[in-house]
């Protein structure tokens, strides 16, 4: 059973700061081109085959926006 990754971002709470993409060792991660409601650009999973649900992102991000979770293939 192979495990992958995944991420969730709370858009509302993102701010955009890109923290999580510079940690993120697979490249995963990218802002988006929408904004929130607050107007700024959020991350999001852009390659979600390259994640392998390292948590990274999560522990770094300064507003707790991400949360990770593994699924099976």
């Known amino acids: ?3 992958r990754g995944a991420i969730v971002v709370d858009t ?3 701010k955009g700061c890109s923290v999580c993409i510079a940690n993120c060792p697979t490249n995963t991660i990218a ?4 904004v929130n409601s ?13 994640c392998t649900g390292c948590t990274n992102c999560a522990t770094v991000c300064p507003d707790t926006c991400i949360t990770v979770y593994r699924v099976k293939v």
């Open 1 to 3: 059973m192979a495990l």
């Open 12 to 14: 509302e709470k993102c």
């Open 31 to 34: 802002l988006a081109r929408e």
């Open 38 to 50: 607050k107007g700024y650009n959020f991350a999001y999973m852009a390659t979600p085959d390259s």
